[in-house]
Structure formats: structure tokens, C-alpha cells
């Protein structure tokens, strides 16, 4: 296993086959360093939220210091972390060694492993999403104008695989963009409910603590975290990561799809398309495989064949399911990985493909009814522009 593999804990660390599967930026946000400094920091904004709470002394002040400049390595909590099945504990064990003085009896006050683990992977979630909403953005305005440039390249229209009625290639693109357009706005929808921090203490009620203090609590915890405060705590209640999983895969699902559509039109006999930097083979020099469409593809089946296990982590039982938390753990953050690096891949096959309109036209024949693609075209267009893509409503004439 390479250093980097261990640091991330996924398969798509691979030095071999990170080209393919991982994304650096994003799994380097998902790396146990990564993990372990955000649940320092849940541990610091723990004790300042306490403080303002009323139930910790100003030590609080030298907790949160000394959280944020711990400088804990994951081979420290590894064998800890196998016999306990979280890392929390070892981790705020190290805390307590580290804090001086009163103020030790004041770590983790309140708190369960679930709460710390929970909100800290929020954070790292809050990180990737702004990351992957980054390269959507770009994807969607090279979309928008690439539709834009071949509203009038007519190509052989296809339907259930048979050669149909002629349309505008500009019409296929826009096709392309309007999906991940709605995928932005459902981002925006989505956040909120999963974006959250977690604070319920043993058995998700803040037993121990008196109502109104913890009331203090928990909206100081969350407004520190930069988490929106949610009803009552999620231990159990495991729809924000599911909802995450289903959007992951609809982005690299809409991201298959151009991949599917490329594959097909860089066919030797069909040639509409030549896809640039295409792989080559060891036994037959004279192909150009498409790699960065069938990566597409592959990404958007491997985000497909994980969402279930999320799913299944929705049977979440009684207070607190080890069994279930656990697959998420394993999930999501594979997930991410795979659409930012199928973004990536999207992003570098745009810029390299060449379209060949000759080709397209001659097999569209002297058909040139355009229908209403124009007026449709523009609408996307307008999706992708008008405020980020975001504010333009579905259905309105540009």
C-alpha cells in the first residue's frame, strides 16, 4: 500500500491507478490528517461553545488552543481505532493528556465519539462540495458555449440506437448541461439539510446537561462549526448522507451520459467525434481508445453500485448503529472522490475534443428543420448564465 493510499484509506489513492480513479485535491480533503485536525477542531469549538454556555471555566480558552496545535498522526490512533471501532476515543484521550491543569476535566464535555466524527466529516463534506460545485460550474459554461457554437451543425438524430430525424448538435450538448444545471440548484436545496452539526451527547438527548445551558450549547457549537443546527441530533437519522450519496450520483450519472454519447460517436464507423488524448494498445498501435469517456462511464457505475450500501445505512437502529455508521464511513467519501475525478475527466475531454462537422452533416442528409432547438438551446443557456446558473426558473422562455 503506497504512503499516499494509507493517508486517504481508498482504493482511489493508488499510485497506480490514481490517474484513472482519484482526484488529489479531493481525497487529500478526505485523508485521515484531514479527518483527524477537523475533529481537533470540533473539540476546540466544543470547549468555547461550553464557555459561552455557562459550563466552562475560561479554561476553555487553553482546551482550544491546545486542540489546534496537537499534532496528531494517524499511525497513533490506528490499533486504537481497530479495537474501538471509531478514533475518537484515543483521540480526545490524547487531548486530555495534552491539556494542563482543571482544564482537562472539561474535554469533550457533553459529547459522544458519534457528535465529534459526525460534525467533523461535515466540515470535510462542506469542503468537497465546494470543490466539485466549482468544476460544475466550469463544466456547465463550456457546455453553454459549446451548444451555442453548434446550434446549426445538424447530425443524424438517434433514437433507441437506429439513425432517427436530423438535430443540431448545439441541441445534444445542451441535453448534456441541463442535468448537471439542476444539479447545482439541487446543491443549494441539499445543504442545508445535510450540512449539519451533531451534539446529542450519549444517547442523542444532552443528558447530564441542564436544558436551557444546552440550548447555549449546541447553537454556539453549530454557529462555530459553520453547520446549521438541526431539530434534534442525528444519531439514528441518517437521510443527509443518503440524500449526498443520491446527489453524487446523479452528477456522475449526467456525467456517464456524455461519456456514452462520445464513446458512440468516436466509433471508427460512426467518426463524428475524435476524443484528444486517447490511450493506446499494447498489441494493436494504431488505435486511439477513448479513456477519458469510458472513465466517465466507469465513475458513474461505481457512484451507482455504492449509493445501496449508503442506502442500507438508513436502517440505522435505536440510538446508535455501529454497523450501519460504519458503511457510511466507507461510502461517501469513495463517492466523492469518483465524481471529482470523473468532473476532472469531463473538464480535459471537452477541451480536447475535436468535432468533425463534415461528417455529421453528411450523415444528417439535406434535412435542416431545426424545429424549436433554438428556443431550447437558449433557455439553457440562460440557465447556465443567469445568476451562476442557479436563480433562472425551469420552463422559462429566455
Partial sequence: MSEHEHETGLFTGSVLFGGLWSDGEVAELLSDRALIGAMLEVEA??????????????AAAAIAATARGLDIAP???????????VPVPALVQRLRR??????????????????????????QAAQVLAVIDRRLARLVARLAALADAHRATMMAGRTRGQIALPVPLG????????????????????????????????????????????????AEFAARLGLTLPRMPGHAQRDGLAELGSWLSLVAGALGKIGADLLIMARSEVAEVRIGGAGGSSAMPHKRNPVRAELLVAAAREVAGRLGALHGALIHAEERDGAAWTVEWQSWPAMAVAT?????????????LEIDVPAMQAR?????????????????????????GRLSGEGEDA
Avoid at 195 to 209: D, E, F, K, Q, Y
Fill in 75 to 85: 499511525e497513533m490512533l490506528a490499533a486504537a481505532t481497530a479495537r474501538d471501532g
Fill in 171 to 218: 441541441l445534444r450538448i445542451a441535453g448534456w448541461a441541463a442535468p448537471l444545471i439542476r444539479h447545482r440548484r439541487r446543491l443549494d436545496e441539499l445543504k442545508p439539510r445535510l450540512l449539519v452539526a451533531t451534539l446529542g451527547g450519549p444517547v442523542g438527548s444532552l443528558s447530564g446537561i441542564d436544558p436551557d445551558a444546552a440550548a447555549r450549547l449546541e
Fill in 45 to 58: 469549538v466544543l470547549a468555547e461553545a461550553g464557555q459561552v454556555a455557562g459550563l466552562v471555566p475560561a
Fill in 98 to 123: 495534552a491539556v494542563t491543569g482543571e482544564a482537562a476535566g472539561f474535554v469533550h464535555l457533553g459529547a459522544t465519539s458519534q457528535d465529534v466524527l459526525d460534525s467533523a466529516m461535515m466540515r
Fill in 340 to 352: 471529482a475525478a470523473a468532473l476532472n475527466h469531463a473538464g480535459g475531454l471537452l477541451d480536447d
Fill in 364 to 388: 444528417a442528409g439535406d434535412g435542416d428543420d431545426r424545429g424549436s432547438a433554438d428556443r431550447f438551446i437558449d433557455r439553457v443557456i440562460a440557465d447556465a448564465s443567469h445568476a451562476d
